[in-house]
């Protein structure tokens, strides 16, 4: 179970950029499960001069109370409040409490504009990349009966990876497929 209170371990800081800095690496790995200390974190707990497990001990509160403070409030006065708040049950100096207070506000608008930049969007369709074919069944031209098919070929920019996507329809497919595109482009008309 993570606990604030060694969040104090911040304390023994070398200073505020060290401290800082510390955060910082530590924001790059909150989305992580594990509870051991990323070797990028590990170079700046050096300096803090902490034994091993209380390094772990602290990267895991810092690493809690990274993603704690990232989401709560987006207004720097708001996130100082929030930052004393959840500290001030931890049994901590009140010196580091403050500083954090002062610290994070600036550090979590940085890390909410890293988030935001560094999040996952769909695909988007690249409209200059698109062909399609029709093929006919293979006995048609002897009178056999069979499906014509539609092959639909879209290209993708997928976070930066350009891909093709090939998508093969029958008759009731492209019918599906064009209702839908019309009863989108209905509802862009609209906005």
């Not at 929030?82 to 610290?103: C, E, F, H, P, Q």
């Amino acid at each position: 179970m993570v606990n604030y209170k060694h969040i104090g371990l911040l304390s023994s800081a070398p200073s505020k950029t060290a401290l800082a800095a510390t955060l910082n690496r530590t924001f790059l790995h909150a989305s992580t499960t594990s509870p051991f200390v990323p070797a990028s974190v590990a170079e700046c707990l050096v300096a803090f001069n902490l034994s091993a497990n209380q390094q772990e001990d602290l990267y895991n509160a810092m690493k809690k109370f990274v993603k704690d403070v990232l989401y709560q409030h987006s207004d720097a006065a708001k996130t100082a409040e929030y930052v004393k708040s959840i500290l001030s049950g931890a049994s901590l100096d009140g010196k580091i409490i403050n500083l954090l207070a002062t610290l994070v506000p600036n550090l979590a608008d940085m890390w909410r504009a890293a988030a935001i930049e560094g999040k996952v969007s769909p695909a988007r369709l690249d409209p200059s990349n698109i062909a399609w074919r029709a093929s006919l069944p293979s006995g048609s031209a002897t009178g056999v009966s069979g499906a014509s098919k539609v092959t639909l070929s879209l290209g993708v920019d997928d976070n930066g990876d350009n891909k093709i996507v090939t998508i093969e329809l029958d008759k009731a497919g492209v019918d599906t497929f064009l209702d839908g595109l019309t009863k989108i482009k209905d509802q862009l008309s609209k906005v």
